[in-house]
T-cell receptor, first 114, second 116 residues
Framework: EAGVTQFPSHSVIEKGQTVTLRCDPI?????LYWYRRVMGKEIKFLLH????????ESGMPNNRFLAERTGGTYSTLKVQPAELEDSGVYFC????????????FGPGTRLLVL | AQKVTQAQTEISVVEKEDVTLDCVYE???????LFWYKQPPSGELVFLIR??????QNEISGRYSWNFQKSTSSFNFTITASQVVDSAVYFC?????????????FGQGTTLQVKP
């Protein structure tokens, strides 16, 4: 069974540009989560999808961040326009049906905004 | 408010030493789940263990063991006879069913360096 995959693995962009991150969860997993780790700090929750619906987006920093999960499969996280403080590692995780089941993480996307 | 604290930022040991990584959590809920994840140098987060609040039995898996104590709100992780491959960042995390979401609340992480 394939694990959670994320693309790209790295992205370097300039302030003001747009970047789109993609996450493919484990097949059959209803729950998809986005997290972010800014350098040296804890991993913070961004949002949670159940299938194609947003269950909780309380962690989204501001309206420059837009997440979608069309069709309940893969998800995208777009940052537009990117700011310096958006730099960090963006992790995606998925779990089966129950919210409290184990979340399996992808390798992360390292975003650097210059 | 819910919170996870990993007070040890970095730990350095010599191979074959035992090492304990501390995790203290705060929650108002009686039902909750605790997790440990490992982040090796390659960067991915690897699931190690999930424990619910009603199961206080300690768990052992090979060289890894976990000590869950509700009285002190702690969920500590011990590696016995550490190896160089254990070098990684280790994260403790909490989730609360009452939040109606599975979001994980992470500690700051503990960087473990095992020297040969």
């Amino acid at each position: 069974e394939a694990g959670v995959t994320q693309f790209p693995s790295h992205s370097v962009i300039e302030k003001g540009q747009t970047v789109t991150l993609r996450c493919d969860p484990i097949s059959g997993h209803d729950n998809l989560y986005w997290y972010r780790r800014v350098m040296g700090k804890e991993i913070k929750f961004l949002l949670h999808f159940v299938k194609e619906s947003k269950q909780d987006e309380s962690g989204m920093p501001n309206n420059r961040f837009l997440a979608e999960r069309t069709g309940g499969t893969y998800s995208t996280l777009k940052v537009q326009p990117a700011e310096l403080e958006d730099s960090g590692v963006y992790f995606c995780a998925s779990s089966r049906t129950d919210f409290q089941e184990t979340q399996y993480f992808g390798p992360g996307t390292r975003l650097l905004v210059l | 408010a819910q919170k996870v604290t990993q007070a040890q930022t970095e730990i350095s040991v010599v191979e074959k030493e035992d090492v304990t990584l501390d995790c203290v959590y705060e929650t108002r809920d009686t039902t909750y789940y605790l997790f440990w994840y490992k982040q090796p140098p390659s960067g991915e987060l690897v699931f190690l263990i999930r424990r619910n609040s009603f199961d206080e039995q300690n768990e052992i898996s090979g060289r890894y063991s976990w000590n869950f104590q509700k009285s002190t709100s702690s969920f500590n992780f011990t590696i016995t006879a550490s190896q160089v491959v254990d070098s990684a960042v280790y994260f403790c995390a909490l989730s609360e069913p009452s939040s109606n979401t599975g979001k994980l609340i992470f500690g700051q992480g503990t960087t473990l360096q095992v020297k040969p």
